[in-house]
């Protein structure tokens, strides 16, 4: 098994798919308790934050699958079992890194509401580890995408002859 069969591309987005794997038990969400009653005193509600797999409901099958569908093409590049002009393997990392990117914007714009009562509503207030995962996502994306780029690149030379001859 030979990392240096790894271009840049699937470097940069197997490395992203395990710091992903790694912030999805960090604490993307804290809780914090809203009165929704008319009532005169304050109601205080202390919970711990939650993680990705506490926290969504599809949303981290979608990231575990790209990340495993990141690792796999990594993995298969790396043991020479996946020729670089069979199926564009790197367009769909970078289509599952897009998708991600997507899914967790949409849950920073839009955090989940945990619980609701009659008179109190438990909602997700953003952490920090959220826009780690954010940047992991991204680089899943963009390292897919260089990957991509990388095998055209190194595609047109092969089919060009190799490389020219200086003088």
């Known amino acids: 098994m030979g990392l240096g069969r790894l271009s840049n591309g699937e470097r940069i987005s197997s490395g992203s798919a395990i710091l992903l794997f790694a912030f999805m038990f960090l604490h993307w969400f804290g809780v914090k308790a809203i009165n929704t009653s008319n009532l005169l005193f304050a109601i205080r509600s202390v919970e711990p934050g939650k993680n990705a797999w506490e926290a969504l409901d599809y949303i981290p099958t979608v990231l575990l699958i ?52 009659p008179t109190i509503t438990s909602e997700g207030a953003v952490q920090f580890p959220i826009f780690l ?35």
Do not use: H
């Open 66 to 117: 790209t990340i495993l569908a990141t690792l796999a093409v990594a993995a298969l590049r790396a043991t020479n079992a996946l020729r670089k002009d069979s199926f564009p393997v790197n367009a769909v990392v970078a289509i599952l890194g897009f998708v991600s990117v997507g899914l967790i914007l949409f849950r920073i714009i839009d955090p989940p509401v945990f619980r609701v009562e």
């Open 133 to 167: 995962a954010l940047l992991a996502a991204a680089g899943i994306a963009v390292g897919g995408l260089q990957a991509m780029r990388e095998e055209s690149v190194v595609g047109s030379e092969q089919a060009s002859g190799g490389s020219e001859v200086g003088g």
